[in-house]
């Protein structure tokens, strides 16, 4: 499929800022390079996009480098980032924010 746009829904835009502020209070400087590193994720769906196997009925593309999970969805062309989610947290507290941005 051939992507023409990627557009991150304001919440997953949020998931970014909590995971580099996050990482920022371990070590200074890993906060920016987890952002960095996740946009690099994310920008790679322009290739990638529908090629990963879908959870909570979104695709889920693995980070490369952190334990984040970036969720999404196809529609005409354009790939939605719905959530960036840690994967160390409870599948369950996962699966709610999934369903309540769905409802979205």
Partial sequence: MIIKDILIIKE??????DGKQFYNTRE???G???????????????IY???HRKEYGLFRMLS???PYA????LNHQ???????LPLRR???WIEKRIKERRLL
């Avoid at 997953?12 to 800022?17: E, M, Y």
């Avoid at 920016?32 to 322009?46: A, G, H, K, P, R």
């Avoid at 354009?78 to 960036?84: D, G, H, R, S, T």
Wanted: charged letters at 20%; a neutral charge.
């Fill in 78 to 84: 354009i790939a939605y980032v719905i959530a960036v």
């Fill in 70 to 73: 970036i969720y999404y969805t």
């Fill in 64 to 66: 490369k480098r952190f």
């Fill in 90 to 92: 409870d599948p369950l």
């Fill in 28 to 30: 200074k400087g890993v």
């Fill in 12 to 17: 997953a835009v949020s998931d970014l800022k």
């Fill in 32 to 46: 920016t390079y987890f952002w960095n590193t996740l946009v690099s994720d994310i920008e790679s769906l322009v």
């Fill in 49 to 51: 996009a529908g090629v």
